[in-house]
């Protein structure tokens, strides 16, 4: 497949949509979002795990409205049977002696899937989830076919401590944890939680598009990148930080859908921040970013911006995601009601604290000072 590159700009730009629209009302689950479309356009799998109550559902519910296709959402427990989730037996033909499932609607001819509490299944359907996961087929009996799955999210409160479940877990290459809203941003769940819309949000971009940006990936340049993609995983043997050889394989495929969704056909050293999310769990992922930091310096991205700066915690991620913040809060519509109007000045007004107190003047980058000038002459200006 030849990629037309205007055609993948336009993509990335609807899928960023997509992001934003989805993220909004979010606090601190913006990344949770981010990582969904970076594992949907690398063809990986998402793992979300958290105590219940951190909104790890709703994250992922926004998510996957946004991207369009077929959505199958389940609840896994000790007592799911596997025609839950794959589909009942077709009894017609098992009278004719052919056992076949009716997969009409099921999760093997879903678009994308969320499994909630996905490790809580029983042994027979996770052997048959580790199969559709892993290589996008579907067999049981006569039936056999390929799952057009992109990306499948899962959420749990915990990572499994059993060792029969190590290999099923070890299908979602991307780790992220959702923990309980910090002090410093309590205000802001109040005010959203308040006024959460649970309405379903409308697809802001297509199938064909996530595909293209998909394949612009496959076909990136990474020769330049994999001395670097080494060094990282150099850094985290030598921080007692180890993955296994096909995690180490699998991490060029974040790194290149991080470069695509950022627009560049040629991933750089902006686009490593991904390999902290492939770390499986939560302390390791500390040490990632404590090892990485050097590495990650540039790390930036502004498609998917709170996820390189909680990766790499380094200063080109920050002033992406305050710049795309502020872009975002001074082009909003003039007819904002009164409410909505307090809520944007409160929100500029914090985002231009958090550019004093991360910036120094010599250090502010360009494009995030004229923002600034641009967000204090909005605050001086009458309500409109």
């Known amino acids: 497949m030849v990629v037309d590159n205007e055609a993948v700009a336009g993509a990335a730009l609807r899928l960023r949509a997509g992001i934003q629209a989805a993220s909004a009302g979010l606090v601190e689950r913006e990344a949770v979002v981010e990582l969904l479309m970076l594992c949907a356009v690398a063809r990986e799998h998402l793992l979300v795990i958290g105590p219940p109550g951190t909104a790890k559902s709703l994250a ?16 896994l427990g000790r007592f799911t049977e596997p025609p839950e989730l794959f589909g009942p037996i077709d009894l017609n033909r098992l009278r004719e002696g052919a056992f076949e499932t009716r997969t009409e609607g099921m999760l093997p001819e879903a678009d994308i899937a969320f499994l909630d509490e996905v490790f809580a299944g029983s042994t027979a359907i996770l052997n048959s989830l580790l199969t559709l996961l892993n290589e996008r087929r579907f067999k ?7 799952s057009p799955l992109r990306v499948c999210a899962g959420a749990s409160n ?4 059993q060792g029969e479940l190590a290999a099923f877990a070890d299908r979602f290459l991307v780790r992220v944890f959702a923990r309980p809203i910090s002090d410093s941003r309590l205000e802001e769940l109040l005010a959203e939680g308040w006024g959460a819309s649970t309405s379903a949000l409308t697809p802001l971009s297509s199938l064909a598009d996530l595909d293209l940006v998909t394949a612009a990936a496959a076909q990136a340049d990474l020769g330049p990148i994999r001395p670097a993609i080494a060094e990282a995983v150099r850094a985290l043997r030598a921080a007692g930080v180890h993955l296994s050889d096909r995690r180490v394989v699998k991490l060029q495929g974040l790194v290149a859908a991080a470069g695509a969704l950022a627009g560049r056909q040629t991933p750089t050293d902006a686009d490593l921040w991904p390999i902290v999310y492939a770390v499986p769990d939560e302390e390791s992922q500390a040490v990632a970013r404590e090892a990485l930091r050097p590495l990650l310096s540039r790390a930036e991205s502004g498609s998917l911006p709170v996820a390189a700066e909680e990766a790499s915690a380094g200063p080109a991620a920050r002033a992406a995601r305050l710049g795309a913040a502020l872009n975002a809060l ?3 519509p003039e007819e904002l009601g009164e409410a909505s109007q307090r809520r944007a000045r409160l929100k500029v007004e914090a985002l231009l604290r958090e550019v004093d107190a991360g910036f120094a003047e ?6 995030l000072a004229a923002l600034r000038v641009s967000a204090r002459a909005w605050l001086q200006a009458p309500a409109r």
Request: hydrophobic letters at 40%.
């Open 158 to 161: 915990s990572l499994p401590e």
């Open 140 to 146: 049981r009996g006569h039936t056999a076919l390929i």
């Open 60 to 75: 992922i519910r926004r998510a996957t409205q946004v991207l369009g296709g077929r959505l199958f959402e389940y609840m």
């Open 330 to 332: 001074l082009s909003a």
């Open 362 to 367: 010599a250090d502010l980058p360009p494009e």
